[in-house]
């Protein structure tokens, strides 16, 4: 443990953020170096990167300890925990929500926290959940005091193994005092924000194997009701997509979700680099330098900042995210399906933009008499109802002018892939909108397409701004 605490003290990099090349390449270094151990793969850029990074020893020469110890990121970081409600049950859950927390000089919002999240689960949600708290001030007494009131308030949820307490030891910190000031931040700032790193290092260590996927909350969050149900809805509706980070918040460190898998290579990451940023920042860097680019994020939000005053200093922050709704039960369904178009698409807006629960959208050139937009389930599918919206705010004359809705059975194979050979019409776009109820009670077969049709040629380009699908029953096996 000394030599890996003194590891962790030597750690310097020579970065700030709006100046990519140092930092940038010495993580890509790190993180692909990694993936090349673990999955025999490197792009032929990384190996361009690294090539360049083995270049100049005399930058890197220093970090040669440290990388001896973390190069293999899979592995858990040795941090003996104390246990200070509860105990791990030895069944995986679906989901660990993860919250950290430290004693605040204005507020406590924690248990409300801990509370919100409970009473917006149901009982077969909370089957599926194992919160973990990490109590992670140095003040032992403030952390037994407040347990206490967990243990008292939560009891039964302790007992059920729905929460679960924990404390690192201070004692395996890496060193908080002479920290590089990035950014021209005060020291005790640097402090704080490079503890937070390790707190919540410690906190995705400890949850690694805990359940098939991890929720990072902070402590003072609002939940919105059966916020489980509709994240089920959104992972189900991303199979077979590769993602690395879900935000369901578009605030800092809420609602951010991961495959635990990936846990082990995240707190790493937040040790390795605890002192160059903020912990929201280096989330940024390891989404992307795990080949995820664009930020994945959807809405309503499920998750909304409720603390008045911040947990550094006391400073007020009234932070809100506007696209939370505490009621948000009717996310679509959208079952895992492939996307195909004849109509000519503008840059980068493809299909399956319309079809995400991210705020996207897929945008073509003005389509003719004909041209189609169809969407083949990866399994055949009971639907209840299809709601499909074109064009947006500021361009309310791209919507579809002429159109139907079609649903479909009886695939073949064709050049273009699988398509539907049979399709019954369930209605007329009106204004560029269609919406149709009680699908499952007018068609008696189970959709396994669904297809957007043309029926008169336009002038105007046309967005599909989204399109949204409830289904009655999990697709059939």
Known sequence: ?????????????????????????????????????????????DKRQLRETSMHPSNSEKYVHTFRDLTNFSGTINVT???????????KKYLTIGLSSVKRKRGNYLMETIKSIFDQSSYEELKEIVVVVHLADFDLAWCENLVQDISRKFSHHII?????VIHAPEEYYPSLDGLKRNYNDPEDRVRFRSKQNVDYAFLLNFCT??????????????????????????????????????EFSKLGYIGKLYHSRDLPRLAHFLLMFYQEMPCDWLLIHFRGLLAQKDVIRFKPSLFQHMGY????????????DDDFEEDSIDIPDNPPASLYT?????????????YSSVDEYFWGKPPSTGDFFVIVFNKSTKISKIKILTGTDDRQNDILHHGALEVGEKLVGTKRGRQCSSYITLGEFKNGHIEVQDVDHKIAFAIECVRIVVTASQKEWLIIRSINLWTTQPPSQ
């Open 1 to 45: 443990n000394r030599e890996f605490h003194q590891s962790l003290d030597k750690m310097r990099c020579f970065r700030k953020r709006s100046t990519i090349p140092f930092l940038g390449v010495l993580i890509a270094c790190l993180l692909f170096l990694n993936l090349y151990i673990e999955d025999g793969y490197v792009l032929e850029e």
């Open 81 to 91: 925990y104390r246990y200070l409600a509860g105990t791990p049950l030895p069944r």
């Open 309 to 320: 005053y911040s947990s550094y200093k006391g400073a007020e922050n009234k932070l809100k």
């Open 160 to 164: 059920a193994g729905h929460l679960l």
């Open 209 to 246: 194997n805990l359940s098939d996927f991890y929720m990072m909350l902070e402590d003072d969050v609002l939940c919105s009701r059966n916020f489980l149900t509709s994240l089920k809805k959104v992972v189900t509706s991303r199979e077979g997509s590769y993602w690395v980070m879900l």
């Open 342 to 354: 004849n109509i000519n698409v503008f840059e980068n807006y493809d299909a399956t933009k319309a």
